[in-house]
């Protein structure tokens, strides 16, 4: 957690509470622990919470899968002949 504090500076951050805590010390800690735990748990709640808000349940899916159809649209070749005069001609690029 720490990873630049060293035994002598971590030595002097025990003192210091030491002091400053004193008799309440091992009081302070418990809730402390405990207050991180907490945190910890509603970060887990919220994540659980986005992960269900984003991905639909299973009744959803069945339900959305009955009513939605998918279709693309059909290719149909045209029915007439070609009108003269209307092609395009690559080597002049005019229509």
């Known amino acids: 957690m720490f990873p630049n504090l060293g035994f002598p500076e971590m030595l002097i951050v025990m003192v210091a509470a030491v002091l400053l805590f004193g008799k309440r010390l091992p ?27 984003t ?13 939605v159809e998918v279709s693309a649209p059909k290719f149909e070749p045209p029915t ?4 003269p005069g ?10």
């Open 27 to 53: 009081e302070v800690g418990r809730s402390l622990g405990k207050g991180i735990v907490e945190f910890k748990k509603g970060l887990r709640g919220i994540e659980e919470e986005f992960d269900s808000a």
């Open 55 to 67: 991905r639909p349940s299973s009744s959803e899916t069945s339900s959305h899968s009955e009513l």
């Open 80 to 83: 007439s002949p070609p009108v």
């Open 86 to 95: 209307n092609e395009y001609d690559p080597q002049t690029h005019h229509v």
